[in-house]
């Protein structure tokens, strides 16, 4: 699936949506539009779904799935997430999302996207 796949009418139901982020110590509410303004989003697939992120398709090649945690009504997923893009120290790199079937849509749409310091698992969890 591809952005350019959509119909008008979906892409404006996407501007239409807010979505919340901690990055870089930048907080608060943005809209879809502003990322179609400022960045070429793309559709991800991720364990046969299609995902939409705030990022730069250029990011993609540099996205790692960690975990993906689907609800159990399949309308929801929370993805942990590397993208080494700018930094490849775990530090740094690591983010989590939250992505929502679009209503009368085959896709998810990021409402959520933070950063994460990615650690190490605890032997506790093993």
């Not at 008008?8 to 608060?28: F, L, N, Y």
């Not at 990322?35 to 991800?44: H, I, N, Q, T």
């Amino acid at each position: 699936m591809k952005i350019t796949d959509l119909s008008a009418e979906t892409r404006e139901k996407i501007k239409s949506v807010r979505w919340d982020r901690i990055i870089e110590k930048h907080e608060g509410p943005e809209d879809w539009e502003s990322v179609f303004r400022y960045s070429e989003p793309e559709f991800m697939e991720v364990e046969g779904c299609f995902v939409l992120l705030p990022v730069d398709k250029s990011h993609h090649p540099n996205i790692t799935i960690l975990r993906c945690i689907w609800s159990v009504d399949q309308n929801s997923a929370t993805l942990f997430l590397s993208d080494t893009t700018y930094d490849d120290d775990p530090f740094f790199s690591g983010f989590m999302a939250v992505c929502d079937r679009v209503k009368g849509e085959e896709f998810f749409l990021a409402i959520l996207y933070h950063e994460w310091f990615i650690i190490e698992r605890a032997a506790v969890f093993e």
